[in-house]
């Protein structure tokens, strides 16, 4: 039986692919200090690593597929496809954004003048490469954890690090003055496994379902009922995909309306909608999308 190798990432993004996962069909459940979660797909095998190392294990082939970010692809400079953008909205609206930072009373203002000083990161080769071509010569090193503390307790001029609104940055008392990419988690897949048939079809499966489950995340259902006296008025109140579903009821005065809205703009439609005559509103989950 053919089989797709399956790599889920360890950490911040564990659980939120666990749950996308859920709502695109397939149920992953991880076994206490096991690194070969089930999965309720007899054509794929999980295993779980960190996302810093998955594009390593996808490039050589030791994975078929798996998702990890952006910034990891190119720390690694890993050879691999990529096969769909995942922007996790239950992790954060927002992408990670690598930032290069120094104390707010640093004579440091920009990336030139830190010229033959110390830069602590977890994102050692690509901060090299980053520095290299700006002609910047600066001593980069690995950072294990509490990066922020490295330029507080003096051990290092500057810091590059991760980071989504810069709050976390701030509260230690430093300054951002540049930032040096943007990165999003991504489905990577081995080069061979893209020109397997079979694979292929069903890495395209994977993707198709999880993009629909991210894209339903931040959608909901709305049905109503309506009198047909009031419906065009309650129509144009809705937005939609395409345009609203309209249907008639047993009692021909009155019509079923449903439609797709953004979750964030229920608040506001539903008193509009009760206003112009719109009865028994249902708001309710979607799981996918597509």
Known sequence: MNQLKLGIPKGSLERATIDLFAKAGWHIEVHHRSYFPDINDPEIACSICRAQEMSRYVEQGTLDVGITGQDWIQENESDVVEAADLIYSKVSRR????????PADSPCKS???LEGKKVATELVN???RYFQKHGVNV?????WGATEAKVVSGLADAIVEVTETGSTIRAHGLV???ELMLSNPKLIVNRQAWKDP???????Q???LLQGALRADHLVGLKMNAKRSVLQKVVEILPSLNAPTVSPLFDEDWCSVETIVDRAQVRELVPKLKAAGAEGIIEYALNKVL
């Open 95 to 102: 992408p990670a954004r690598w930032v290069l930072a120094v």
């Open 111 to 113: 990336v030139r003048d």
């Open 126 to 128: 690509f901060s090299r």
């Open 139 to 143: 001593q980069v090193e690995f950072s």
């Open 176 to 178: 951002i003055i540049e």
């Open 198 to 204: 079979w694979k292929k079809s069903k890495i395209d």
């Open 206 to 208: 994977i993707a198709m």
